[in-house]
T-cell receptor, first 115, second 114 residues
Framework: NAGVTQTPKFQVLKTGQSMTLQCAQDMNHNSMYWYRQDPGMGLRLIYYSASEGTTDKGEVPNGYNVSRLNKREFSLRLESAAPSQTSVYFC??????????????FGPGTRLTVL | AQSVSQHNHHVILSEAASLELGCNYSYGGTVNLFWYVQYPGQHLQLLLKYFSGDPLVKGIKGFEAEFIKSKFSFNLRKPSVQWSDTAEYFCAVNAPGGSYIPTFGRGTSLIVHP
C-alpha cells in the first residue's frame, strides 16, 4: 500500500516550458488535491477534485490546469511555466472530500524550479 | 472565508524544553481542527485532530492540543521536546464556510537543539 505517490520528485524548467506533474493514490479515496508550498506562505490549494469527473479551483489556480484521469490519478499541468511557479507541489487525497471529518493524506512532493 | 493564524513562525528550543505552538482560526461555527507535521525531507502527515468531545486531544509522539472554543484556538503542546521533533508544523481547519476543504496556516518551523 503505497499511499499517495508523485512523479517526478525534482524538475527544472525554463520559462515558457510545459510539464505535467503526476499523482496517484491507492487508498480508494474519492477526493484529491494539489497544493503548493512556499516559504512563509504555508500550503495553498491550487485545484481539487471532490470526486471522479469533477474539478474545482482553489486559492491559486492561475497558470495551472488539472485532469482527474480516473479515481486513482490526478495530474497538474503547467502550460507555460513562469519563475513565480517555482515551489514545492504536494498532492493529497481524502476519503470523502467536503466532509467535516475528512483527513488528508499527502504525497512526498515535487520540487519544481523554473529558470 | 475562514482563515488560520499561526503566530510563531520560527521556534528554537533545547531538548527537554516544553513546547506550545499557537493556532487561531476565524470561523465562528462548528469546526474540525488538525495539526500536521512535516519532518525534514518528508511529506506532511497527520499529528492529531479534533472533531468533537473532549477538547484535549492526544496525538502521536507525545503531542497534544487543546481546543478552546471561546478563544478560537487550537494550540499544540508537548511537555518535553526531542531533537527528532525538529520539523514544520501546520495547523488546519475544516469548516462549512470553506466547503470543508481544509485551510492551512502558514506553518511553524521548530528546531530542537540536542
Amino acid at each position: 500500500n503505497a499511499g499517495v505517490t508523485q512523479t517526478p520528485k525534482f524538475q527544472v524548467l525554463k520559462t515558457g516550458q510545459s510539464m505535467t506533474l503526476q499523482c496517484a493514490q491507492d487508498m480508494n479515496h474519492n477526493s484529491m488535491y494539489w497544493y503548493r508550498q512556499d516559504p512563509g506562505m504555508g500550503l495553498r490549494l491550487i485545484y481539487y477534485s471532490a470526486s471522479e469527473g469533477t474539478t474545482d479551483k482553489g486559492e491559486v489556480p492561475n497558470g495551472y490546469n488539472v485532469s482527474r484521469l480516473n479515481k486513482r490519478e490526478f495530474s497538474l499541468r503547467l502550460e507555460s511555466a513562469a519563475p513565480s511557479q517555482t515551489s514545492v507541489y504536494f498532492c493529497a487525497s481524502s476519503e470523502t472530500g467536503g466532509h467535516r471529518t475528512d483527513t488528508q493524506y499527502f504525497g512526498p512532493g515535487t520540487r519544481l524550479t523554473v529558470l | 472565508a475562514q482563515s488560520v493564524s499561526q503566530h510563531n513562525h520560527h521556534v528554537i528550543l533545547s531538548e527537554a524544553a516544553s513546547l506550545e505552538l499557537g493556532c487561531n482560526y476565524s470561523y465562528g461555527g462548528t469546526v474540525n481542527l488538525f495539526w500536521y507535521v512535516q519532518y525534514p525531507g518528508q511529506h506532511l502527515q497527520l499529528l492529531l485532530k479534533y472533531f468533537s468531545g473532549d477538547p484535549l486531544v492526544k496525538g502521536i509522539k507525545g503531542f497534544e492540543a487543546e481546543f478552546i472554543k471561546s478563544k478560537f484556538s487550537f494550540n499544540l503542546r508537548k511537555p518535553s521536546v526531542q531533537w527528532s521533533d525538529t520539523a514544520e508544523y501546520f495547523c488546519a481547519v475544516n469548516a462549512p464556510g470553506g466547503s470543508y476543504i481544509p485551510t492551512f496556516g502558514r506553518g511553524t518551523s521548530l528546531i530542537v537543539h540536542p
